[in-house]
């Protein structure tokens, strides 16, 4: 095509472009022919670009033309725009209107792979939910409030004196030697046991009747095996009035332990000493595992040992300014990882605090 028009030029020489210009009309009708073929094949925007580029870019047959605008006569040269712009708005025209159809076509093709079908399940994100032992302090709160007790909270860093003292465990009892304390000072301890709750909860009540109070919380021995561990959780129990007799410390148990693992569990109380209880039972629950006919569970006793309980002694009510011949009181305290273990059937203390999401996930 480039020679062609070359060659068309030469031959003009001086001649005036306006008897010729058929020859050049004609030239520029099969040029233009072409492209409009070529436009109409191209089957994406970027064949059309290159269809573009070829009449209308820089090296483009449009540029060449216009560069012998500059060498014909100043009377051929409106002549010769005429006719460059004649060829060049049907190519242009055609162009724009192959342009439009195709981006609609590439645009509907994407939307149509990028297509999002609402109705489709979602990917869900885990959920976390709540630790076994919350679960189980949380039932065991619920049944107690439910029953008029209150919820109350005491410190973990505890003076000797509440820890033991006002507990009937004066410096050189022997019972101190039932729980291995981490002492902060001579005077401060890390509790051993959710029961200083009870002497400071008395004080701050004395002489109001009735005391009905539970107190949950973290507790802390020197003990690391497979049921024990150095901190763990206990939720402790008192209720004083007048008139309150060991009947209602076993009705409310009874009625614990029915909530927690079913009606059909029994309990049994054994004589157990506690300082600051007297008389003190350890409490069992009968063995669910084995309806009793004795297990591996339950070390074929048919009973598992679930809380120590007991009547508050005279000396813990004396010492808080209740007078013990006027009130009575029932104490318990629970640990929530021994209940957890027996309601989920949990092995090992350990995978209670191990935070395994393997573990955790079953409950
Ligand atoms: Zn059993």
Known sequence: MFEKIKIFFEELETDSLESKKDVLEDILSLAKEEGLIEIDKGKKVDDLKIVQTKYFGKKGIISDLMKYMGKVSNKDKPILGKIIHNFKTTLEDKLNQRFTVLKKTEINAKLETEKIDITLPGTNSQRGHKHPLTLVEEQIKEIFTNIGFTVVEGFEIEEDYYNFERLNIPKDHPAREMQDTFYLNEDVVLRTHTSPVQARIMDKMCPQLPVKIIAPGKVFRRDDDSTHSPMFHQIEGLMVDKNITFADLKGV????????????????????????????????????????????????????????????????????????????????????????????????????FDNDLRFLEQF
């Open 253 to 352: 148990l009874l009625h614990l332990v029915k909530s927690i693992f079913g009606e059909e569990r029994k309990i049994r109380l054994r004589p157990s000493y506690f300082p600051f209880t007297e008389p003190s039972a350890e409490v069992d629950v009968s063995c669910g595992n084995c309806n009793q006919e004795g297990c591996r569970v339950c070390g074929y006793t048919g009973w598992l040992e679930i809380l120590g309980s007991g009547m508050v002694h005279p000396s813990v009510l004396e010492m808080a300014g209740y007078n013990s011949n006027e009130v009575t009181g029932f104490a318990f305290g629970i640990g929530i990882e021994r209940i957890a273990m027996l309601k989920y059937g949990i092995d090992d203390m350990r995978l209670l």
